[in-house]
Antibody, heavy 120, light 107 residues
Framework: EVQLLESGGGLVEPGGSLRLSCAGSGFTFSTYDMSWVRQAPGKGLEWVSGISGSGGSTYYADSVNGRFTLSRDNSESTLYLQMNSLTAEDTAVYYC?????????????WGQGTLVTVSP | DIQMTQSPSSLSASVGDRVTITCRASQSISRSLNWYQHKSGKAPKLLIYATSSLQSGVPSRFTGSGSGTDFTLTISSLQPEDSATYYCQQSYSNLYSFGQGTKLEIK
């Protein structure tokens, strides 16, 4: 069974940094592209960032480009999202998601989410 | 970047009704369109992928159609448990994007 477990969320001051982790199990981690998706309070889903299975390619939404860095450690089956220069607009529940086995890509597997709150 | 626009933003319907949600892409995305159901406090759930493929375990009352820029999600006979927010999502571009969501209320 595919499992994704996020961690690292919490309260951080504006301008601060936080690193989220997503531990995957039940599948060959290095084979699959992964993404982070967030939902701010009262808002819709927003795709944040994606990474290829090898980690060689990364992609970012304009809203986080230059502030967030996505990486993965395939030996540890873990995805990381380094978030810098955080603002109140980054307050959200952050979900990690794994793509399916067929193309075009889609997300059949999601973690339970971790809450990030940016506040003084 | 590809923008996704859903309509309506919200709707209210009765059990047994047929409901249709539309999603329009700002450019052609072929059939790279997915639909998710999201309930408060839970992870999003994939319903439909590649425009019309039903995800395993999803009831057959959910169907998807379309191509290019215009897509639809149809619920053939609304059930109480279908109360949720529904999102379309494109995977044509490496910069994925979601629609703004359609909140579905059961009367």
């Amino acid at each position: 069974e595919v499992q994704l477990l996020e961690s690292g969320g919490g309260l951080v001051e504006p301008g601060g940094s936080l690193r989220l982790s997503c531990a995957g199990s039940g599948f060959t981690f290095s084979t699959y592209d992964m993404s982070w998706v967030r939902q701010a309070p009262g808002k819709g889903l927003e795709w944040v960032s994606g990474i290829s299975g090898s980690g060689g390619s990364t992609y970012y939404a304009d809203s986080v480009n230059g502030r967030f860095t996505l990486s993965r450690d395939n030996s540890e089956s873990t995805l990381y999202l380094q978030m810098n220069s955080l603002t109140a607009e980054d307050t959200a529940v952050y979900y990690c998601a794994k793509v399916g086995t067929t193309w075009p890509e889609h997300f059949p597997h999601w973690g339970q989410g971790t809450l990030v709150t940016v506040s003084p | 970047d590809i923008q996704m626009t859903q309509s309506p933003s919200s709707l209210s319907a009765s059990v047994g009704d047929r409901v249709t949600i539309t999603c329009r892409a700002s450019q052609s995305i072929s059939r790279s369109l997915n639909w998710y159901q999201h309930k408060s406090g839970k992870a999003p759930k994939l319903l439909i992928y590649a425009t019309s493929s039903l995800q395993s375990g999803v009831p057959s009352r959910f169907t998807g159609s379309g191509s290019g820029t215009d897509f639809t999600l149809t619920i053939s006979s609304l059930q109480p448990e279908d109360s949720a927010t529904y999102y379309c999502q494109q995977s044509y571009s490496n910069l994925y994007s979601f629609g703004q969501g359609t909140k579905l209320e059961i009367k």
